[in-house]
């Protein structure tokens, strides 16, 4: 039986520090031979090199740099938001996971140093873990396929206290259709109420969880804003009608083009910053 680990779970890293990052120098090689889901120690994945479970969730070792997950139908649930051409995923032999970009330089860890012999496996529920010997789960990503429909992530957005969601539209006028709204009604299992003013076409519609599980991990990296999901009164044809989009006014910190950037590794077909005043990102 393996163990598992939820999205709550406090060995879910999302910010490492790499100061003081040690990278062992014994020769690496990658798992080879038939596709595995699973790396031990002195293992890697070059750039294009992938682990993969039986039931057809992939983590992969993309050629830009990025490491990201995806769950069956080609859907990415998880990125390490790293963007260095050529990096390679490293299991080094103290048991720290590492990234390493060209020049020898880390880029992304999960901290686990210190626990020789350690492995990663990318379990079938899809939570990657670092599990030291002995099977000790050290560190996850904590993606759970097996339970993150809408209403699980809506009531996981609700919870995350980095998360704000407007209870008025941009134009001013108050509905049942605002940010909040739509993931109240989604976390208490009803569809989101879009919007019957200047053109939006009123009704519901059930939210994505693609844009849901994108929204709940950006804000799990920082501060955020949602002005609009299905609500509002946008172009024809918007995937806000879909319950495929996001808009976002504020970012904690972090610039337009981060969020961008970070929507389009989650798997967005579009992102962009709009208008001047707020990002938009579809799936």
Known sequence: MRQHLGRAAALAVTALSLVGLAITTAPAAYAGGPETNNLQQNEQLNPGQRLVTGNNIALVMQSDGNLVEYAPGNRAVWASGTNRAGSVLKM????????????????????????????????????AVVYAQGHV???????????????????????????????????????????????????????AARSAYGGAPGGSVALDT????????????????VSE?????????SKHYDGRAFDLDQYGGRSTTTIVNRCKQLGASYAAFENGNHVHCQW
Do not use: Y
């Open 92 to 127: 080094q032999s103290d048991g720290n996971l590492v990234i390493i970009a060209p020049g020898n330089v880390p880029v992304w860890a999960t901290g686990t140093g210190g626990n020789p012999g350690a492995g990663l496996e990318l379990q079938t529920d899809g939570n």
């Open 137 to 191: 789960a050290k560190w996850a990503n904590g993606v759970n396929l097996n339970s993150t429909p809408a209403r699980d992530l809506a009531n996981t957005i609700l919870n995350n206290r980095n998360i704000a969601l407007q209870t008025v539209h941009v134009s001013g006028v108050r509905d049942n259709a605002t940010a909040r709204q739509n993931v109240v009604d989604t976390a208490e299992g009803r569809q």
């Open 210 to 225: 693609r844009m849901l599980s994108a929204l709940q991990q950006i804000g799990s990296e920082g501060g955020l804003r």
């Open 229 to 237: 999901i299905a609500g509002g009164s946008h172009s024809a044809g």
